[in-house]
């Protein structure tokens, strides 16, 4: 199983980023991928998880400002950042689990992650 990021980079606070991860080594079927953030000198927390079949789940302190879809026929997972803030500002993972039946934002839920990719917002 491997999970690469992609498509960060610096942007001004109100603006917009887009997200990849693209997955290999797996079906993408009966799963739970997710995204997560850390940011420097904090702990991670769970940012957006969405199964197989499409189901949601967001952190509160998104509001509505990320999207997170997933395209299975190109592997790849992905989160719409709009509206971005400098507390946004953090490294991003994605992360996916055969371990559960609906989309979670509980890091130990999950079993493969990427290496990530930094997001900054001045």
């Known amino acids: 199983v491997q999970l690469v990021e992609s498509g960060g980079g610096s942007v001004q606070a109100g603006g917009s980023l887009k997200l990849s991860c693209a997955f290999s080594?797996?079906?993408?079927?009966?799963?739970?991928m997710a995204w997560f953030r850390q940011a420097q000198g904090k702990e991670r927390e769970g940012v957006a998880a969405?199964?197989?079949?499409?189901?949601?789940q967001y952190a509160g302190f998104v509001q509505g400002r990320f999207t997170i879809s997933q395209e299975k026929t190109k592997n790849t997972l992905y989160l719409r950042m709009n509206s971005l803030e400098p507390e946004d500002t953090a490294m991003y993972y994605c992360?996916?689990?055969?371990?559960?039946?609906?989309?979670?934002?509980?890091?130990?839920?999950?079993?493969?992650w990427g290496q990530g990719t930094q997001v900054t917002v001045s």
């Open positions: 992360a996916v689990t055969w371990r559960l039946a609906a989309p979670t934002l509980t890091g130990e839920s999950y079993d493969y």
């Open positions: 080594g797996y079906t993408y079927s009966g799963n739970c």
């Open positions: 969405i199964d197989s079949d499409g189901s949601t």
